[in-house]
């Protein structure tokens, strides 16, 4: 039977800047509702018996944990927390080539992905992951159906409603909309709280990060001038309005 991998993300609830660079520390975090979507298209692809298992994974601190065990909550059967200093700053190809790895670890025949990440926002890691694996990408998609053996999506590039086919296995990416996120009880929540969470490092997946991963380079503050508002009358002719242009222009 199918095994489903769902990556997900721990985010910063919003960023900061401190020392003209972006900072996730002392920020509150929570697990990236974006990812929520194809979880829950998993956890009821495992109801309708099309698939037998859900894994939830993430590459990140140990403090990701805690985003890992919603996602137990949220219906996802196992849990892996890929976390080492060596992936600090991974960058997307790092990124795939860890959820490759670990989709190979569990079995997985089916990768589901959010589309992008509320923070990163690429839009590159479901693509980057199918390059890995070598395996088709259905992407986008706001429904997903699998028999077995092939999954079929429907999709909305702009052009109007589509469908695509791709047999198993392959990844495909969710965009929200279309699936609705369940709701976790409290009683779902408390249960998950000492939920166990299997951790990997790097020499576990197998995977180091590239020698050049990207870098930050810092924040800067655009320049901006101050300037005294000018406001013209329907008496003012047009020389005025030209003078006005004209001295603005200089001043660029």
Not at 38 to 59: F, H, Q
């Amino acid at each position: 039977m199918l095994t489903i991998l769902v990556p997900v993300k721990d985010v910063s609830i919003h960023l900061r800047v401190k020392e003209g660079r972006l900072t996730r520390q002392g920020v509150p975090r929570r697990l990236d509702s974006l990812h929520e979507t194809p979880l829950e298209w998993a956890r009821r692809a495992r109801e309708s018996g099309l698939a037998a298992r859900v894994v939830a994974m993430t590459l990140g601190p140990a403090g990701a944990a805690d985003a890992l065990r919603r996602t137990l909550a949220l219906g996802a059967d196992e849990a892996i927390l890929v976390s080492d200093h060596a992936f600090e700053g991974a960058d997307v190809r790092t990124t795939a080539r860890v959820i490759a790895a670990v989709a190979g670890r569990v079995g997985a025949g089916l990768v589901a992905c959010g589309y992008e990440s509320a923070d990163g926002s690429s839009g590159a890691v479901p693509g980057a992951v199918a390059g890995s694996l070598g395996w088709p990408l259905l992407s986008r998609a706001g429904l997903a159906t699998v028999d077995g053996t092939s999954l079929t999506v429907t999709r909305d590039l702009g052009s109007g409603p589509e469908r695509a086919a791709a047999p198993l296995p392959a990844v495909v990416s969710f965009v929200e909309g279309a699936i609705e996120p369940r709701v976790p009880t409290l009683r779902e929540i408390m249960a998950v709280r000492s939920a166990g969470i299997v951790t990997l490092s790097s020499a576990d997946v197998g995977v180091r990060p590239a020698a050049a991963n990207a870098v930050d380079t810092g924040v800067t503050a655009a320049p901006t001038s101050r300037r005294t508002p000018t406001v013209l009358g329907f008496d003012d002719g047009v020389d005025s309005l030209v003078a006005l242009l004209a001295g603005a222009g200089s001043d660029a």
